[in-house]
């Protein structure tokens, strides 16, 4: 069974083995940033229950041999006075004339053009990032990416107060590998690399320090998307092929497309309500139980947090809520064990024993069948 958990200092190796896989802003290949990173994640998540907008959380998914094969991200705040959230708008603007040729005769003409709008903002949401799978598990029958992107919602409702009201999730746009094999970017080719004199992974490795210099050398006024070449205009506000299904796992749960772009490579930003995430608002506590779930039991995350590293652990396993007084939930050995709340060998779980649960069966339901939104009962 994998494991979804905070990184650990010994998982410096397998993280830099995945970084290459991805190469981004969120988690570049440099064994450096990775160890800052790791360093940064680890007090983060020893931190006071006050907001730190400076919070960086960095979570592995381990496999059964304990080595990291996939990571996610979250960001408590991306956008602040020290380094501001920067965006396209993508608006739509009309435009109509009735023109009078030399006969008299009218041709109307209704044209509809795309404008891009740099915009930012020091008062930022929350950001999910850093989502990456080993590539020889992608397609994996216990669907991996699922508990690497989803577990971060159970952690959100975990520790509520450290998140603002609005989650992000930056989605990778087609990227394309150039001569010399560096990732390119079509829309940066045609447009960022015209206003700033750099290559997208200058522009990438700049902006891990700075992203001024996106303020200061783009065009303050709108950017006619309809001058970029067809190619180009195509992919704006789109994901790539590897993307699709981190797109649709979010959408399922509550995100949508917010009308914004990466300036860098046009891909789009998806936002919602933090207290709206259906799995954030269905996440509960629960007193957990060692037991077979019933046949047709819904899969869940399952979760637990502690005061010791690692605070934050998940998997994905089949669970039934047993009708109590209080929140119960049967569940499997072998997830238990995981979870750190059975010890090997034992028939049950310490009586102090609590665990997070989210079922499937609840978050998955469309929004528009969901009762309204109703308090957390996390405390309890």
Not at 27 to 44: D, M, N, T, V, W
Not at 146 to 164: I, M, P, T
Not at 231 to 253: C, D, F
């Amino acid at each position: 069974m994998f494991l979804f958990r905070e990184a650990m200092p010994s998982d410096e190796d397998s993280i830099f083995d995945l970084a290459r896989h991805l190469n981004t802003l969120n988690l570049p290949p440099e064994r450096s940033f990775i160890s800052q990173l790791l360093k940064r994640s680890i007090a983060s998540f020893r931190g006071t229950p006050d907001f730190d907008p400076g919070r960086r959380f960095l979570f592995v998914l381990e496999g059964p041999d304990g080595r990291a094969v996939g990571t996610s991200m979250i960001h408590a705040q991306h956008g602040d006075f020290d380094e501001p959230h920067v965006f396209f708008r993508v608006i739509t603007e009309e435009r109509y004339a009735d023109l009078v040729g030399p006969s008299g005769d009218h041709h109307e003409v209704h044209m509809l053009h795309t404008m891009l709008h740099l915009g930012q903002t020091y008062d930022g949401p929350s950001e999910l990032g850093g989502l990456v799978l080993s590539p020889e598990l992608r397609g994996h029958p216990d669907k991996l990416g699922r508990l690497l992107s989803l577990g971060r919602f159970v952690f959100v409702a975990g520790y509520r107060g450290w998140f603002r009201e609005r989650l992000l999730a930056e989605l990778l746009p087609p990227l394309y590998k150039g001569p010399s094999g560096a990732t390119r970017s079509p829309l940066w080719d045609a447009l960022g690399s015209v206003f700033t004199g750099l290559t997208y992974e200058e522009a990438d490795t700049l902006s891990r320090t700075s992203k001024d210099f996106i303020w200061r050398l783009f065009p303050s006024s709108p950017v006619h998307a309809s001058l970029l070449p067809e190619g180009v205009r195509e992919i704006i506000g789109k994901v790539g092929p590897n993307t699709i299904g981190a797109q649709r796992l979010l959408e399922r749960i509550g995100f949508k497309y917010s009308g914004r772009i990466d300036p860098f490579d046009g891909g789009p930003h998806l936002e919602a309500n933090t207290d709206e995430v259906s799995l954030v608002r269905e996440t509960h506590k629960y007193i957990p139980e060692l037991g077979e779930p019933e046949r047709d039991a819904s899969y869940a995350i399952l979760a637990t947090t502690a005061n010791e590293a690692p605070h934050f652990r998940a998997v994905w396993a089949p669970a039934t809520i047993i009708p109590s007084s209080r929140r119960r939930i049967r569940a499997g050995r072998e997830a238990l064990e995981r979870l750190g709340v059975l010890k090997p060998g034992a028939i049950a779980p310490e009586p102090s024993a609590r665990i997070f649960a989210a079922l499937r069966s609840q978050w998955e339901v469309p929004l528009a069948r969901r009762s309204p939104a109703r308090n957390n009962a996390l405390s309890t």
